[in-house]
């Protein structure tokens, strides 16, 4: 139980273009979904707080016009990257929370390469 | 604001020694505490968590310790293989569900 999906796994884009990321809790319903962006050897930043039929909370210095998230149901919630550039690319992992607990279970990831 | 350290950055031991990495806190409320494991290029795995009203917990080879006066916890990893190479984060949440994330240990099993 607990698996939380992501797609796609891998994007290359040109600078400019969006690019949607989807996350999905397979087995469980999440009112809550995280956002995080990871650079190599880096630990995991989180970006944005993703909750069900309301706005997501972004946090200090991500710009919520850039990073858009939807949570349009409590299996789904979509991070678009708009007008990507080179300096957004990274690593892109969501979560989602287990309902009645504190855990967290982590997507797979994306990894976007903006050229 | 909120902060977790964590050391070392890089932990090198030999295959079927002990391996403790360290963890510090400043939320005084933060109630929960889980161990990652990430591999290169893969998501984070929950391998252990340990909440606020326990003092240690222990899974096969893998066991958490808390010292809530001090606000510090340790993962403690026995036998060590070489499969446990990885980078391990801690981290800690209070009632928002949000983890406020250490800076990651590599873990480097020798053979």
């Known amino acids: 139980g607990a698996v939380v999906s992501q797609h796609p796994s891998r994007v290359i884009c040109k600078s400019g273009t969006s690019v949607k990321i989807e996350c999905r809790s397979l087995d469980f319903q999440a009112t809550t979904m995280f956002w995080y962006r990871q650079f190599p050897k880096q630990s995991l930043m989180l970006m944005a707080t993703s909750n069900e039929g309301s706005k997501a909370t972004y946090e200090q210095g991500v710009e919520k016009d850039k990073f858009l998230i939807n949570h349009a149901s409590l299996t789904l919630s979509t991070l678009t990257v708009t007008s990507a550039h080179p300096e957004d690319s990274s690593f892109y992992i969501c979560?989602?929370?287990?309902?009645?607990?504190?855990?967290?279970?982590f997507g797979p990831g994306t990894r976007l390469l903006v050229l | 604001g909120e902060n977790v350290e964590q050391h070392p950055s890089t932990l090198s031991v030999q295959e079927g020694d002990s391996a403790v990495i360290k963890c510090t806190y400043s939320d005084s409320a933060s109630n929960y505490f889980p161990w990652y494991k990430q591999e290169l290029g893969k998501r984070p795995q929950l391998i252990i968590d340990i909440r606020s009203n326990v003092g240690e917990k222990k899974d096969q080879r893998i066991a958490v310790t808390l010292n809530k006066t001090a606000k510090h916890f340790s993962l403690h990893i026995t036998e060590t293989q070489p499969e446990d190479s990885a980078v391990y984060f801690c981290a800690a949440s209070s009632s928002n569900y949000q983890l406020i994330w250490g800076a990651g240990t590599k873990l480097i099993i020798k053979p």
């Open positions: 979560s989602a929370h287990f309902p009645g607990g504190e855990t967290q279970y």
